[in-house]
């Protein structure tokens, strides 16, 4: 007897959802424009009201749409900040290791090191520079770093405007980071080593030297790594589930 398998049809709200996000990625909607209203959408595909509104809903959550007023809905480019805690939690769930996550910062912390120094404005060497200053400011305090280098490096990967990069690199950058909490109790040598890195870089972002900005970001991510060992953690450890809090 010949064996027919149940169709899997998709819920109305995901046709309509699925429809306008390949307008918005093809082109034909862009940013800033407006969605039509609902009642002229539920009119198209056939549908009511509350299915639009639902489809609608997950281009929200998508970062593809947002409300301006009560009624008014734009297309909209998704910053990376709405895709990064979705991102982070997905490494989280797959269970990432922090040497995982480390072989792939000593790829792009460099590369965000050396193309900040070819493209970053004033205005962002001054924020590298403050937060510099708050960074030394807490060591001396005894307070540890860990969120200002944690701010550090997404600034310094926005200095590269390379949206690639700081799609890829900020996801890994959240989890990893917060590995210096655990070896600065171990290693209180471990501070002054992040400022000597973080202040090499900076000068180098000044001087727009990317050589020298590029060595020093493979010296600090290195330096990650040799603290973890010596702090005894091993590079299988899985990230913690509350990073992603």
Request: proline content about 6%.
């Amino acid at each position: 007897m010949l064996k027919i398998e149940k169709l899997s049809v998709p819920p109305a709200y995901q046709v309509v959802s699925n429809e306008l996000r390949r307008h918005i990625l093809a082109g034909s909607l862009r940013p800033g424009d407006p969605l039509p209203s609902e009642v002229e959408l539920a009119a198209r595909f056939g549908v009511n009201r509350s299915t639009v509104r639902e489809g609608i809903r997950q281009l929200e959550s998508d970062g593809l749409v947002r409300r301006e007023g009560r009624k008014r809905l734009l297309v909209t480019i998704p910053d990376h900040s709405d895709l990064t805690p979705r991102t982070t939690r997905a490494l989280v769930m797959r269970a990432v290791t922090f040497g995982e996550l480390w072989d792939v910062s000593r790829v792009l912390e460099p590369l965000a090191a050396r193309l900040a120094a070819e493209n970053i404005s004033e205005a962002e060497l001054d924020a590298l520079k403050q937060n510099l200053e708050a960074t030394k400011q807490a060591v001396e305090r005894g307070q540890s770093p860990g969120i200002l280098d944690l701010e550090f490096h997404t600034l310094l990967s926005e200095a590269a405007h390379n949206h690639a990069l700081l799609l890829c690199r900020e996801p890994v950058g959240r989890l990893l980071y917060p590995a210096f909490e655990q070896i600065q109790p171990q290693l209180p040598q471990a501070a002054g080593r992040l400022i000597k890195a973080h202040t090499e870089i900076v000068e180098a972002l000044g001087r727009r030297d990317p050589q020298h900005a590029e060595l020093w970001a493979a010296k600090h991510i290195e330096d990650l790594k040799r603290g973890w060992l010596m702090a005894k953690l091993p590079l299988d450890n899985q990230i913690d589930r509350s990073l992603t809090s």
